[in-house]
C-alpha cells in the first residue's frame, strides 16, 4: 500500500512534468528557489560539509525522485522532509532543472548559461553517433568519437542512410557529392552533380539520394547501390534542400529563387505542384510535423513559414533570428528548432501552438538537430568552431564541445 502510493506520487509528479510541456522546470527559476537549499547544499550544488550531499550535475530524474519521496515521507530524513513539505511539484521540477544543469566541479558557480568549453564529447549526450561537415577544414568529424575524415572542398550539407552504412556530403564549389563508409570514414565515391549543390537527402528505403542543385535549377538523383546518377530532375530556380515524407513518395524542395515550396512525386521523378509560400524572403530550408500536414520552413532572413501542405496556406509567419539556418522538428513532434547564423539565439517553436522561445547561445548557429530520442539538441556554432549540445528536457546549454573550422550541417540516423 505504501509503496503503491509512492509509486503514484511519483508518477503523477512525472507525468507534471511532462504534461507541463518540455519546460516545466524553469532552471532560472530553480536558482532562485534554490537560495533555501544553498545554507546546507550551498549556492553552487556543492555541499558545504560531509553530511550534505552534492546535488550539483544530479539526474533530474533521480532530484524529482528524491524531493518526493522527503516530501510525502516515504524517505526519512527530519531536516529534508521540513524542507521538501513546502514544495510545489514545480518548484521540485525547477530546482531538479536547476541542480542538475550545474556542473560537477567545486569551483565558483557556474550555470549552464555560462560558456563552457570541453574538448571532449561524453556518450551521455551522443547516445548515436552524428556527422557533422566542416566547412572550412573540408572534412567530416564524428560524435562522440570525434574523428575527423578528410572531404572535399567546402563540404556542406550531410545525410545518412537508413541502414548507417553511408554518409553523404556535397562540395558545391566543386559540384560534386562525397560519399564515405561511416565505419571507417573512407570515401566510396565522389559523383558529379548539377551546379552548387546544396541539401542532399536519403529516401527513406535507402535506395536513392536527392540533390539539391541551387546553380542549374534541378535535383540530381543517385542510385545509392551503384552510386551513380540515375536521373536529374528539373524544378524551379534555387532548390535549396528537400525532405522526402516518410513512405518516400513525395519529396518537398525549397524553391530559393522564390517560387515557394515545390512538390516532387518520386514515382514519377517529376515535379508536380509548387505550393507559393507569400510572406518569406527565399525558402531556404525545412522540415516536416510529425504527422505530415505541415511544413516548416525558414529563409534567409529571419522567418519561418508554416506552410498547411493540404490547403497549400500559410498558417503563419513566425520571426526567428537574423540570417539563414536549419530547421528540424523534433522526432516525438513536439517542438521545430531553427538556427539563426547572424544572430545570438537560437528559436524553439511549439508545433501545436506555434508559439517560439528563444535560447540565447552566445553566436552565429547554423546547423541544428535533435537526437532521434528528442532529447538532446546539437547546434553547430560556426563563429566558434564548436558544437552545443541542449537537454531538451531543459532548454539548457549542457556543452560546448570545440570542432574544426565553421562546423556546417548535422546528420543524424533517424531524424531525416
Ligand atoms: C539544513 C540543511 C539542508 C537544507 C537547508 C536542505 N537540505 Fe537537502 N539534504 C540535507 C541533508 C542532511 C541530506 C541528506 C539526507 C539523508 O541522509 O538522506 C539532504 C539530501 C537532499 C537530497 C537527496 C540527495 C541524494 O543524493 O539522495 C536532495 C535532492 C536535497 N537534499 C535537495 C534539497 C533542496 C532542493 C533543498 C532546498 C529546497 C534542500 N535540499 C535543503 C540537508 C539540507
Known sequence: ?????????????????????????DITQGKTKAAACAGCHGINGIGLSEEFPNLAGQKQAYIIKQLTAFKNGSRKDPTMNAMAASLSNKDIADLAAYFSSLVQTDTQSSTSENKIMSTRASNREFPESIFISMKKSATIETFPQQQSWPGGPNMLYTAITPDKKMLLSTSPSSNTVYIFNTQNGKQLAIIKTGKAPKGVKV????????????????????????????????????????????????????????????????????????????????????????????????????????????????NKIITVGNGHGGIDVFPNGQYAATAAIGDDYISIIDTRTLESRDIKIGTASHGIRVSKNSQWLYVTLPKENAIAVINTRTMAVEARIASGKFPFWIAVHGNP
Open 1 to 25: 500500500m505504501k509503496k503503491n502510493s509512492f509509486k503514484l506520487a511519483f508518477a503523477s509528479a512525472a507525468l507534471l512534468t511532462l504534461s507541463h510541456t518540455l519546460w516545466a522546470g
Open 203 to 314: 529516401s527513406p528505403d535507402g535506395k536513392q539520394a536527392y540533390i539539391s542543385n541551387q546553380g542549374s535549377a534541378d535535383i540530381t538523383v543517385i542510385n545509392l547501390k551503384s552510386l551513380q546518377v540515375s536521373n536529374t530532375i528539373k524544378v524551379k530556380k534555387g532548390p535549396h534542400n528537400v525532405r522526402f515524407t516518410n513512405d518516400g513518395k513525395l519529396a518537398y524542395v525549397t524553391l530559393q529563387g522564390g517560387d515557394g515550396l515545390g512538390v516532387i512525386d518520386t514515382q514519377k521523378q517529376k515535379l508536380i505542384r509548387v505550393i507559393p509560400v507569400p510572406g518569406i524572403t527565399g525558402p531556404h530550408n525545412l522540415d516536416l510535423s510529425a504527422d505530415e500536414k505541415t511544413a516548416f520552413v525558414r529563409d534567409f532572413v529571419h522567418h519561418v513559414a508554416v506552410v498547411d501542405l493540404t490547403t497549400g496556406k500559410v
